[in-house]
């Protein structure tokens, strides 16, 4: 990881914090701020990218769904492809369905079969890293692809939660780890 690298923006000044969502003692994180400051997001998209160069990836992966909003536009940034990683019934063609734990229930995404393949090297990146459920059940699912997932991007991490155990020994990166 490169430890030189300095975010452009202070982003928790974008967060904000919605208490007991989506269920009575969460606290759920709210990139919308971030979305709504056009100069504040594509700094972001910006900074991501700084942090993706390293990973000499082929392809951008995102999960449904804020990992669109930063997935797609860093892919085209990068001039890299996107890979759409869903929830279950939204992928019109032939997937692979991993099922894994929230912090507050259960989820299952899909992927398309045929979405990477072998030599093709994979760049995940979504909104948040909490307990990491959603991050290792995508890298499980891109490697059924029969690609290699290079590492893992967030633009905010809830670093308390120790989501990163559950990413499987990867390149892990975020703009904001929130510690405690």
Request: aromatic share 8%; proline share 5%.
């Amino acid at each position: 990881m490169n430890t030189d690298f300095q975010p452009r923006l202070q982003y928790t000044d974008f967060l904000r914090d919605i208490p007991d969502y989506p269920k009575p003692g969460i606290v759920f994180k709210d990139i919308t701020p971030l979305l709504q400051d056009a100069e504040a997001f594509a700094t972001c998209i910006d900074d991501l990218a700084d942090l993706a160069h390293g990973f000499k990836a082929t392809h951008i992966a995102g999960m449904e769904s804020r990992g669109f909003l930063f997935g797609a536009p860093l892919a085209i940034k990068m001039g890299l492809g996107f890979l759409p990683i869903r929830k279950p019934g939204k992928l019109p063609w032939k997937t692979f369905a991993e099922s894994y734990d929230l912090e507050y229930g259960q989820d299952t995404l899909e992927i398309h079969t045929d979405a990477s393949a072998a030599g093709e090297r994979v760049l995940l990146v979504d909104d948040l890293l909490a307990t990491g459920g959603t991050a290792g059940a995508s890298v499980k699912l891109v490697r059924r692809t029969g690609a290699e997932v290079v590492g893992c991007l967030f633009v905010v991490e809830l670093g308390f939660l120790g989501g990163r155990k559950m990413l499987h020994g990867l390149d892990s990166r975020s703009l904001v780890n929130l510690a405690d």
